[in-house]
């Protein structure tokens, strides 16, 4: 079926870095741009940039410009969302989603979320 | 501090219709569509309404959007005790080189 699956929780230690996978099945992978956002314990969501699956071209939110690199492996309809340089406001579930039509902002399709903790 | 600002409760009876407000600025809301999620406990977010009033396949008709202005809303009518969730609206802002922007989410308590 149509859906999103994503790797289990991580635990690090601040300065350290954590990678997410999110494993998609059921539509065509390089067809929607895939996005990333995450949730920290009692705030809302918060958007940190896109990958374009089908070309590999990304676009982040300036306040995580130069510590998240987005990449995808098409053959396995995976994405990637690599975040480094772990602080403990890292704390979230992050969440892969996919756009419902190409360049909207909607998203149709999401993750159930991976929770990343960041303690020493 | 979120860019789209929601009220961070609202509450209603089984059957009763609430509504759920958002408010953005011309670089959010007043110039490109939003859109509406739903957050349940221990599954993944929902797309509700998109485009301002246009619903996904599967989405029931008591759910409902608008917008005027900088501002957009929600609206459920027959609520139902399921519709007890968090609430969040989105919306592309033009702003810092392109983002999407959320609201900080609004609980919603069917009593």
């Known amino acids: 079926q149509v859906q999103l699956v994503q790797s289990g929780a991580e635990v690090k230690r601040p300065g350290a870095s954590v990678k997410v996978s999110c494993k998609a099945s059921g539509y065509t992978f390089t067809d929607y741009y895939l996005h990333w956002m995450r949730q920290a314990p009692g705030q809302g969501l918060e958007w940190m940039g896109w990958v374009n699956p089908n070309r590999g071209d990304t676009k982040y939110a300036q306040k995580f410009q130069g510590r998240v690199t987005m990449t995808r492996d098409t053959p396995i309809s995976t994405a990637y969302m690599e975040l480094s340089r772990l602080r403990s406001d890292d704390t979230a579930v992050y969440y892969c989603?996919?756009?419902?039509?190409?360049?909207?902002?909607?998203?149709?399709?999401w993750g159930r979320g991976t929770l990343v903790t960041v303690s020493s | 501090q979120s860019v789209l600002t929601q009220p961070p409760s609202a509450s209603g009876t089984p059957g009763q219709r609430v509504t759920i407000s958002c408010s953005g600025s011309s670089s959010n809301i007043g110039s490109n569509t939003v859109n509406w999620y739903q957050l349940l406990p221990g599954t993944a977010p929902k797309l509700l309404i998109y485009s301002y009033n246009q619903r996904p396949s599967g989405v029931p008709d008591r759910f409902s959007g608008s917008k005027s202005g900088t501002s957009a809303s929600l609206a459920i009518s027959g609520l139902q005790s399921e519709d007890e969730a968090v609430y969040y609206c989105a919306a592309w802002d033009d702003s810092l080189n392109g983002r999407v922007v959320f609201g900080g989410g609004t609980k919603l308590t069917v009593l």
């Open positions: 989603a996919k756009e419902r039509n190409l360049g909207e902002s909607a998203l149709d399709l």
